[in-house]
């Protein structure tokens, strides 16, 4: 019988083995990972690099390791980050005219591409830019590429391939639910809606939009940036956020906050400014408030006219006490450097690095289905 291991070096290379190739002694974070994306497991084949694909050096695969030893919410992101960097890395080099199209697979019923019907057992068939992928009230299917990762298409659903080059993936969701799990380096998946436009960084989550353009995301591992006309929310691991066609995202919440809590936010969303609905939504908003609710409140500096920023500003401080540097008339007058050190205060991780591929790696669209420009509210400034 062969001796357990006690020498950390090695417990660490078998761990890493196991991250790999399955060989060695598994690391708990590593297997909840894995039950978390069972969904989205390939039943029927095994998963197979392309010819002359290199294997990740040992010191590189032995920092991404590494990676697990970050705070829980941050693991998830990371894993994730790190597996789209190194797919990134060691991919063939694209060349014109590859990777234009992306593979559809029927899971139920009778999805349809245009009017052509993918059949049941039939195996997948390509997906070209401008084509569409629609489902019925008994159909779902899956959209998937080998640098992308897999998108699950619910019933009653209607998704368009718009871009797809070694830079940019981008649908379309007109309406419906998709369920996405994305190991493209963060900023590459981007999807369009009606209300607003959903930036990938490295994550799983699901997208559900309305028939009248409204929407809604939930984000189980990893980040999404929800984007429209500068107005930005960053949806973290267990968190969801909601949008409406001309407004755009609204305030983000974890979604094991208080009903109360969570009542209120769209409320105060969608509520006129100094109405008095509005005002009992922010009042219940800050008082059921808990410390990891500084997520809302951190959105909720922007979406407030200075009277009621002042409010929130109390009680964000009071759950988190703004750090050094930052101050409670920087904060009023919206100072962009002092709001990024205090949400770096909140072990969400650094803004600067979600914004930087929200912003900066992915594109500053606008959605497929413009809308009419935006009524500006003097009382609301959108800076972030």
């Known amino acids: 019988m062969t001796a357990k291991p006690t020498d950390p070096e090695q417990e660490k290379m078998m761990q890493e083995n196991y991250l790999w190739d399955a060989s060695g002694a598994p690391d708990p974070e590593i297997q909840r990972l894995e039950s978390l994306l069972?969904?989205?497991?390939?039943?029927?084949?095994?998963?197979?690099?392309?010819?002359?694909?290199?294997?990740?050096?040992?010191?590189?695969?032995?920092?991404?390791?590494?990676?697990?030893?970050?705070?829980?919410?941050?693991?998830?992101?990371?894993?994730?980050?790190?597996?789209?960097?190194?797919?990134?890395?060691?991919?063939?080099?694209?060349?014109?005219?590859?990777?234009?199209?992306?593979?559809?697979?029927?899971?139920?019923?009778?999805?349809?591409?245009?009017?052509?019907?993918?059949?049941?057992?039939?195996?997948?068939?390509?997906?070209?830019?401008?084509?569409?992928?629609?489902?019925?009230?008994?159909?779902?299917?899956?959209?998937?590429?080998?640098?992308?990762?897999?998108?699950?298409?619910?019933?009653?659903?209607?998704?368009?391939?718009?871009?797809?080059?070694?830079?940019?993936?981008?649908?379309?969701?007109?309406?419906?639910?998709?369920?996405?799990?994305?190991?493209?380096?963060?900023?590459?998946?981007?999807?369009?809606?009606?209300?607003?436009?959903?930036?990938?960084?490295?994550?799983?989550?699901?997208?559900?939009?309305?028939?009248?353009?409204?929407?809604?995301?939930?984000?189980?591992?990893?980040?999404?940036?929800?984007?429209?006309?500068?107005?930005?929310?960053?949806?973290?691991?267990?968190?969801?956020?909601?949008?409406?066609?001309?407004?755009?995202?609204?305030?983000?919440?974890?979604e094991d906050a208080s009903s109360a809590f969570r009542e209120a936010i769209p409320k105060f969303d969608s509520s006129l400014e100094n109405s008095p609905t509005r005002i009992a939504a922010l009042s219940t908003i800050l008082s059921e408030a808990r410390k990891q609710d500084a997520l809302s409140l951190w959105h909720l500096l922007s979406r407030t006219n200075p009277a009621e920023r002042d409010y929130v500003y109390a009680r964000f401080a009071a759950l988190v006490p703004p750090p050094k540097g930052v101050t409670r008339a920087g904060i009023l007058n919206l100072d962009q450097s002092m709001l990024d050190l205090w949400w770096n205060s909140l072990g969400l991780g650094e803004i600067s690095t979600w914004r930087f591929w929200e912003q900066s790696a992915a594109p500053q669209p606008t959605p497929i289905s413009q809308q009419p420009p935006q009524k500006k509210q003097s009382s609301l400034k959108d800076t972030h």
């Open 38 to 254: 069972a969904d989205f497991r390939q039943a029927d084949r095994a998963f197979v690099l392309p010819a002359g694909m290199p294997v990740a050096p040992r010191k590189f695969r032995a920092l991404l390791v590494g990676m697990f030893s970050l705070p829980r919410l941050a693991a998830a992101a990371a894993i994730l980050f790190a597996l789209g960097i190194t797919i990134f890395f060691l991919r063939p080099k694209f060349e014109p005219g590859t990777g234009a199209t992306w593979d559809v697979a029927n899971l139920q019923g009778a999805p349809q591409i245009g009017t052509k019907t993918i059949d049941a057992n039939q195996a997948p068939v390509k997906l070209r830019v401008g084509q569409t992928i629609t489902t019925n009230g008994d159909s779902r299917a899956s959209l998937s590429q080998f640098d992308l990762g897999e998108i699950r298409i619910d019933p009653n659903s209607r998704v368009r391939l718009l871009q797809t080059d070694a830079n940019r993936k981008r649908i379309q969701l007109d309406v419906g639910t998709i369920h996405a799990a994305i190991w493209a380096p963060p900023g590459t998946f981007v999807v369009d809606t009606p209300s607003a436009v959903a930036i990938d960084l490295g994550c799983a989550y699901t997208l559900q939009v309305a028939p009248d353009g409204s929407g809604t995301i939930r984000t189980t591992l990893g980040w999404v940036g929800f984007h429209l006309n500068g107005r930005d929310s960053f949806i973290p691991a267990g968190a969801m956020c909601s949008t409406r066609p001309k407004l755009g995202p609204g305030i983000p919440y974890f």
